[in-house]
């Protein structure tokens, strides 16, 4: 069975970044469209963003020009270098592998808590 981990996340004051990574107990991991997704408290799982096996990203409008999602092949990961973090955006942070309509393919790992507070 697949396992994301999923790491990097803290404390941060609004306006502060910190830099999110994946990585699954998966071959070919690179292969895969990988999205990172938040969970806030008492709300519904929701994509930020994701990245094809190339280049090609997306990202949620509410964090365009704030988040880049990219892939490290080094380290066989995907990293979320999240900027300008609000709090609302405090949350758990997982990936996964997107479905084309919503929600995710795999089991989900254990997430990474980012709490935005001054």
């Known amino acids: 069975q697949v396992q994301f981990v999923e790491s990097g996340g803290g404390l941060v004051v609004p306006g502060g970044s910190l830099r999110l990574s994946c990585t699954a107990s998966?071959?070919?991991?690179?292969?895969?469209?990988i999205a990172w997704y938040l969970q806030a408290p008492g709300e519904q799982r929701e994509q930020v963003a994701s990245?094809?096996?190339?280049?090609?990203?997306n990202y949620a409008e509410s964090v365009k020009g704030r988040f880049i999602i990219s892939r490290d092949h080094a380290k066989n990961a995907v990293v979320l270098q999240m900027n300008r973090l609000q709090p609302e955006e405090t949350a758990v942070y997982f990936c996964?592998?997107?479905?084309?309509?919503?929600?995710?393919?795999?089991?989900w790992g254990q997430g990474t808590q980012v709490t935005v507070t001054s």
């Open positions: 998966m071959s070919s991991f690179n292969v895969y469209t």
């Open positions: 990245i094809k096996s190339g280049v090609n990203s």
């Open positions: 996964n592998v997107p479905k084309p309509c919503g929600g995710a393919r795999l089991t």
